[in-house]
């Protein structure tokens, strides 16, 4: 069992930044793979961005490139999220997440563990 918690987020102007963080617990780590989803009112889970916990190979949703960093910290066992430039179409609840394996994965249901979420809120 593999356990998630997030945390980091809150309300932020348009522009400005936040990191949020997963702390992970539990089984320890080989060949896993991190996610980060987002889930907005009204709308369906999607991909944010993923890390390959091993090789710390990265991925993103085209609607965050250039502007969301992630990253994992093997001491602290814990991912990361750099958010900047936020939008307010960031607006969501964040969710990691973790699969067994070394394959990428962007859709929910490949996924095995998933925090609780955490709330981000870009104001205009």
């Known amino acids: 069992q593999v356990y998630l918690v997030e945390s980091g987020g809150g309300l932020v102007q348009a522009g400005g930044s936040l990191r949020l963080s997963c702390a992970v617990s539990?089984?320890?780590?080989?060949?896993?793979?991190m996610g980060w989803f987002r889930q907005a009112p009204g709308k369906e889970r999607e991909f944010v961005a993923s890390i390959i916990w091993s090789v710390s190979i990265t991925r993103y949703a085209d609607s965050v490139k250039g502007r969301f960093t992630v990253s994992r910290d093997n001491a602290k066992n814990t991912v990361y999220l750099q958010m900047n430039s936020l939008k307010p179409e960031d607006t969501a609840v964040y969710y990691c997440a973790a699969r067994n394996g070394r394959l990428y994965k962007s859709t929910a249901e490949d996924y095995d563990y998933w925090g609780q979420g955490t709330q981000v809120t870009v104001s205009t």
């Open positions: 539990g089984r320890t780590f080989g060949n896993y793979v």
